[in-house]
């Protein structure tokens, strides 16, 4: 058995609203997909069962630079309701297998610019409120996520398409 080596991230670059690169980004945070779990005693033994339904989803992503893109973004979320689309690239490598990781987050924003320090690198923190959510890891989709549309596909499988169906 061959020994593997743990995955690296080369970099990072976000996308923002079509405009062009957001600026220097420190990282995103992918957001957690999380189960709403719900615990229940099952003859004596306190258990978690599954609810059906995903806990909302936020992510943040840290500049190094105040870029003026974010505040047009932001009041344009603000003035038209629609969401604000980061599109985060990254190359990560494996035993010398590269692949392309391609994060598409649509939601809702505030901004922190967080403090003025002298001699301190800048920094801005973008919270996201997503309502959409697709990951792409070297060309697959793993995950697709929809709220304002009730869809939720993990690795191939609508997880709400019956209740889409029940509703819609």
Same mark, same amino acid.
């Given at each position: 058995m061959a020994v593997r080596t743990p995955e690296k991230i080369s970099d990072v670059n976000v996308f923002i609203d079509g405009v062009g690169h957001l600026g220097v980004v420190e990282e995103v945070k992918l957001p957690e997909i999380k189960q709403k779990l719900e615990s229940v005693n099952?003859?004596?033994?306190?258990?978690?069962?599954?609810? @059906?339904?995903?806990?909302?989803?936020?992510?943040? =992503? +840290?500049? #190094?630079?105040?870029?003026?893109?974010?505040?047009?973004?932001?009041?344009?979320?603000?003035?038209?309701?629609?969401?604000?689309?980061?599109?985060?690239?990254?190359?990560?490598?494996?035993?010398?297998?590269?692949? @392309?990781?391609?994060?598409?987050?649509?939601?809702? =924003? +505030?901004? #922190?610019d967080n403090s003025l320090k002298g001699g301190e690198t800048a920094k801005r923190t973008i919270h996201v409120s997503i309502r959409q959510y697709t990951l792409e890891i070297d060309g697959k989709q793993g995950v697709m996520i929809d709220v304002d549309n009730l869809v939720a596909v993990i690795d191939g499988v609508d997880i709400l398409e019956e209740l889409r169906k029940n509703l819609m």
């Open positions: 099952v003859g004596g033994i306190e258990r978690d069962i599954q609810t @059906g339904i995903l806990e909302k989803m936020e992510t943040e =992503i +840290n500049l #190094n630079e105040y870029s003026p893109i974010v505040y047009a973004a932001m009041a344009a979320n603000m003035k038209k309701g629609t969401p604000v689309v980061f599109i985060c690239k990254s190359h990560i490598v494996q035993g010398g297998v590269k692949k @392309g990781v391609v994060a598409t987050i649509a939601g809702d =924003i +505030n901004v #922190n």
